[in-house]
């Protein structure tokens, strides 16, 4: 069985975290700010969910101030707004670029609004221009979360956003098993969440490296042999293993949510982190993209690609949607393909008295979404046989 998603990290990277857990190390901070922006603008946190709650708390916006959000994201970004006393405000996306929708966006905004935090979603790059003027229009500041679209250090290119948010965390591309760059326009603004920062305790090397055995133990059942076998005992012990993996991967839990992203990066997670953003792999990730532009091509007509008209497409994640999701894995999963429905992400929920900004486009995503598997371990034969098996399905 292909597992549905790989941890990106190789042995020898896993090996580099664990002997670092044991290091005296120096701490990499300054050097990775450094090659991120040579001009000052950028810093490393714990996660993205850590940055954006340092950007709000750096920004004191007035309670009850409006956020406006790409209305697919992580129910974490949503969290973090909320307990900041913000409003979560959806705006819509459009299915062929998981942009989010002009109208939608012009609709949503009112005197309060403040923020708009634009998602790249599923590997896609949304043309951030069109919406960077009407942010400008209504004085609002841009924030975009890269988390599921890192592509290699920005080297030197000027982002459109005025706050640009990357996450290294597990699941990520180039993951160190945590970590995030946020980089902002606005030196001074970057100062202040820099200084807050500066006051966090430091994650511990045994947090750390509990993660780093954990995903070791992960990467260890990911080879498809393994999660076959593993699959196959979860069924004889009439077990959900589905249920399981998601467990297993699931981010920081729920009690003293601000109080865990409050926290600055152990050493070994900087060694870590400044090793995966140094030695970036640009013609893997380019053959990567090249291959889901080719599985795209494989399928049938009947299948819409969410997000296959983005500028540029690194394929986090193979997203398809069909009519009826559940069937469609079962038989894809008795065929040794692990396609997942249900990612991490949520539909973020009209504020109260406005029930016409419900994003129903971002429902129906997820609700007709199915992930398949695309990795560079899969030969082209496996995703062949996919593509087939996807065609003769759909027929029926
Ligand atoms: C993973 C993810 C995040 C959170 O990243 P962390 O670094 O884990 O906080 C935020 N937004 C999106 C869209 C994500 O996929």
Redesign the pocket.
């Known amino acids: 069985m292909w597992v549905r998603k790989r941890i990106d990290l190789s042995w020898v990277d896993l090996n580099y975290a664990l002997m670092h857990c044991g290091l005296p190390a120096n701490s990499h901070r300054e050097e990775i700010q450094a090659n991120w922006s040579s001009s000052g603008d950028s810093m490393v946190c714990?996660?993205?969910?850590?940055?954006?709650d340092l950007l709000l708390q750096s920004l004191k916006l007035p309670p009850g101030s409006e956020v406006l959000m790409?209305a697919?994201?992580?129910e974490?970004?949503i969290r973090v707004v909320r307990e900041h006393g913000l409003v979560p405000v959806p705006v819509d996306v459009d299915i062929d670029t998981l942009s989010p929708r002009l109208d939608s966006l012009e609709r949503a905004i009112t005197p309060r609004s403040r923020l708009l935090i634009v998602?790249?979603?599923f590997g896609g790059r949304v043309n951030l221009n069109p919406i960077r003027q009407l942010a400008d229009a209504h004085n609002l500041m841009l924030v975009e979360?890269c988390?599921?679209a890192f592509d290699g250090a920005p080297n030197g290119q000027l982002p459109v956003a005025d706050c640009s948010?990357y996450?290294?965390?597990?699941?990520?591309t180039s993951t160190a098993l945590?970590?995030?760059m946020v980089h902002c326009q606005d030196r001074q603004l970057i100062g202040r969440m820099r200084e807050l920062e500066s006051q966090y305790p430091e994650q511990s090397r045994w947090s750390y490296l509990q993660r780093v055995l954990k995903y070791g133990a992960l990467m260890g059942i990911s080879n498809r042999w393994a999660f076959t076998i593993m699959t196959r005992s979860f069924q004889r012990a009439g077990k959900d293993y589905d249920h399981f993996l998601r467990k297993v991967v699931r981010?920081?839990r729920e009690e003293g949510f601000l109080e865990r992203?409050r926290k600055r990066p152990s050493k070994p997670l900087l060694s870590l982190l400044q090793r995966r953003i140094d030695r970036f792999d640009e013609p893997r990730m380019t053959k990567h993209s090249r291959r889901g532009a080719w599985l795209t091509e494989q399928l049938p007509d009947s299948i819409v690609c969410p997000g296959y008209a983005s500028s540029r497409n690194n394929y986090w994640v193979f997203p398809i949607m069909v009519d009826d999701p559940g069937p469609l894995v079962d038989r894809l999963r008795q065929s040794g393909f692990d396609a997942m429905q249900y990612g991490?992400?949520v539909a973020v929920p009209a504020p109260a008295g406005r029930p016409e900004l419900e994003p129903d486009t971002a429902r129906h995503i997820l609700a007709k979404t199915v992930f398949l598997p695309l990795y560079h371990q899969m030969p082209r034969a496996s995703l062949l046989r996919m593509a087939h098996l996807l065609n003769s399905l759909l027929a029926e």
Do not use: N, W, Y
Not at 46 to 52: A, I, M, N, P
């Open positions: 714990l996660s993205v969910r850590s940055g954006l790409s697919l994201t992580i974490g970004m998602a790249h979603l979360d988390a599921q948010l996450s290294f965390g597990p699941i990520k945590g970590g995030a981010g920081f992203l991490s992400m």
